[in-house]
């Protein structure tokens, strides 16, 4: 009976499998793969799909942000000028520098999502950009484009940058030793908005945010040397002091600088780009 | 053995029978029925010559929008509607949208229109949508139910439009009803304006709070007379406490909760008024010292001419009252000028009283030493002791919820003061006060404490108060 069993199982099986063979239940849903209707897609196609491999999606899809999260569309007339705001000030600078057109296009993220406001959490508190494992990156605030409105421009910068800047640790690991360069500082994921930007500066860090970890600390603070004007006057160089906080605040800028130096040193080797020449291209557009 | 084989042999063509499809022999694959169905409601959508019409209500709470919706084949939708704010960003746009297939066929307008200008409202917690799911076709109707509402789902209902309905758009209202804006406490975000709806032929007076976004309205009070002397001096103005949302089409503002009361003898009811005229200067000011004009908008309804008015009369700020056993004070933070910057951050506060910590407002409160009827500062020394300055000023008048503020040339200190300190803190408080008439609210807030909003409008500055 047992072995009787055992055969007749699988058999059942076998005929159970085969009653749907028409019907596969891999079915995309919400699938929004960009069908080329209008000129801006036509556009997009052209000068980032075709070129960078990347999918500019700017129709909302609720999988974009998690059940949780409410925020609008991006405006039709948003699109155009967000897109030549991605080119200036992301893509273009890489280009002008030595290997950057080679790093661009072999770790752009394959999906840039516009949406057209702030991510809402219902309790007050809003996300201002993500990312997705290098897979995505989440541009918000599209509708209040402004690239001469510096609040706004360092926001996107900040966002664009500091998530490039997670695939090079996620593909070629943090620095040799990085973490070790401001071990006491760090906060962790739930308390590091209780910290001011002066407590972070102190704990040497260039945001509240780089305190979380040390990816984000890597992430943060290749972004804030990319895209901050100033970085070098405020993170970096030191005060003549009189006070004890003074002298701790130029503690927290030599463990900046060291991380600078780590990182700098760790792009030119894995990416070959030097950040410096970036930060320069950058900054001569700001 | 045998027997286990039987069974096996009974459940096999049961099971075999089984997989007959159940949907019927001949029925396509679903993927194809999913294509079917996506492509059948973007049929419907763009079949209408004149493309639909929208009676669209963001929430229960609001009143009605009028939008007309053409749909093409190539994803775009042309939006009309009579929401009249962002410079009028919204009477004619187009977005684009999509047709979804999850648990139902979802219709989606996936850029940014006038769904997403209600989503939006109020860090999206006004209860607006964008995204709704398809229920049903009703005649030549189609319903869609709101997907991801934080209250109640709302019901989109496209009916056919007929080509009339651009006619209907009540603009030139709207735009004429967001004059009534101006002159209004903000720093908490715009509130609601108050309107004097006066009906003449009727000689009673409606105080009603206008919500220009909800498109709601709170009857607030009502009385005989025509003019605010007349009612005050009458004092017959009652609590009434009617909510209604409303609509506008054409020039007609239409009550959905038409207003009723009986009063001064005679029963009222007040359902829609048709408005002919609207001068922006001919209305009272709001100031005393000054000749600001304010708008005014007249028409007729059922009770005859009706006038309404720029107020700021509400009876929110009745619960403002003599305190006899403490008094009424705020952080000196929040006093703000007319641009909302913080007096002690930016103003004249922070010029001559720099250390300030806290505004006082005594109003009938009785103690040994400080004064009964007074305004003034407290603020820190270079000791960091505490200073106090409280200049006296006449008994408070209360006038519904205005109240006028006469200073004297009379001052309460405490610690070491100096006539510099007090010529500063009597310039202070004649510019907090400018006028002499402030008008007082209510501030609802989730604090769990009561928190009086004054607004000045002689210099539209604002404070906030608390007992």
Known sequence: MKGFTIYIIPVLILILSSCYPEENLNVPVNDTQIEIVTELDQYIDDHFTTEYGMAIRYKFVDRYVSSLQRVTAPRLESVRPMLDFVEEFWINPYLEVENGEDFFKKHVPPEIIFLGGLIYLGDGLQVLGTADAGARITFTNVNAIDPTDEEWRDQQLNTVYHEFAHTVHQLYKLPTAFETISPEGYTGAGSWFVLTDEEALERGFVSPYATSNPNEDFAETVSFFLFYSDFYGHFVDQEDCETTICETRNQGRDMIRTKISSITSHYEKVTGVDLEELRAAIQSRL | MKKGFLYWCLLLPLILSSCGDDDGPELPPVEERKEEAVQGLIDDLIAPANGWRVNYSPTSGAGTFLMLLDFNENGEVLIKSDVAVNDGEFREHVSTYRVDVGLSLELIF??????????????????????????????????????????????????????????????????????????????????????????????????????????????????????????????????????????????????????????????????????????????????????????????????????????????????????????????????????????????????????????????????????????????????????????????????????????????????????????????????????????????????????????????????????
């Open chain 2, 110 to 467: 996936d850029t940014y229109n006038v769904f997403h200008y209600f989503f939006e409202l109020n860090e999206t917690q006004f209860g607006g949508e964008f995204e709704f799911l398809f229920d049903k076709r009703q005649g030549e109707n189609l319903i869609f139910i709101s997907k991801s509402d934080l209250g109640s789902p709302t019901t989109l209902t496209l009916e056919p439009a007929d080509g009339t309905e651009e006619s209907s758009f009540g603009l030139e209202i709207v735009g004429y009803f967001d004059a009534f804006q101006g002159k209004s406490p903000r720093i908490f975000g715009l509130k609601a304006p108050s309107q004097h709806v006066i009906l003449e032929d009727q000689n009673i007076s409606v105080f009603w709070q206008i919500d220009l976004i909800a498109r709601s309205l709170l009857v607030d009070m009502a009385g005989e007379g025509t003019t605010a002397s007349e009612l005050l001096s009458n004092n017959n103005l009652i609590s009434v406490f009617h909510e209604s949302t409303y609509n506008f089409v054409g020039n007609r503002l239409t009550l959905e909760n038409p207003f009723e009361i009986d009063i001064a003898g005679k029963s009222i009811r007040l359902e829609s008024i048709d408005f002919q005229n609207f001068d922006s200067l001919a209305g009272p000011s709001m100031c005393n010292l000054s000749s600001d004009p304010t708008p005014v908008y007249s028409g007729t309804s059922e009770l005859g001419n009706i006038r309404v008015e720029k107020s700021l009369f509400s009876s929110e700020g009745l619960p403002y009252q003599p305190q006899t056993d403490r008094l009424y004070a705020v952080n000196s933070f929040f006093i703000f000028d007319d641009s909302l910057r913080s007096l002690q951050e930016e103003g004249i506060i922070s010029v001559s009283f720099p250390t300030a910590q806290a505004f006082v407002m005594n109003y009938g409160f009785q103690s040994d030493s400080l004064p009964e009827n007074s305004v003034g500062l407290i603020y820190e020394n270079e000791f960091g002791d505490s200073e106090w300055i409280l200049q006296y000023m006449e008994p408070t008048q209360t006038e519904i919820n205005r109240i006028r503020i006469t200073l004297r040339n009379e001052f309460y200190t405490l610690g070491d003061v100096d006539a510099t300190d007090i010529a500063n803190m009597s310039q202070v408080n004649a510019e907090i006060f400018e006028g002499g008439e402030v008008y007082i609210y209510d501030w609802p807030n989730n604090f769990d404490l009561k928190i009086f909003w004054i607004y000045n409008p002689c210099n539209e500055y604002e404070l906030l108060i608390l007992p």
